[in-house]
């Protein structure tokens, strides 16, 4: 077999599946090193969410807002 790229990037689920309590990490590792897979630790709690929100903070002279709003 010959490796010619890894993607090492992470799935977008993988952040969900871990707070549902999925430990995909270490499960992962155990099969790498040829040790047995746990799949009671794949399992999941039904019911989970996750939120993202970025909220994006500047800082800055309050003239700068003040012109802005006159433009709106």
């Given at each position: 077999m010959l490796i010619t790229e890894l993607n090492m990037r992470v799935a977008g689920a993988f952040a969900l599946s871990e707070a549902a309590g999925a430990d995909?990490?270490?499960?992962?590792?155990?099969?790498l090193f040829g040790r047995p897979v746990d799949h009671d630790w794949l399992a999941y709690r039904p019911g989970v969410f996750l939120t993202k929100y970025t909220e994006t903070l500047t800082s800055g002279d309050a003239s700068a807002i003040t012109a802005l709003r006159e433009q709106l």
């Open positions: 995909l990490i270490a499960q992962t590792v155990n099969r």
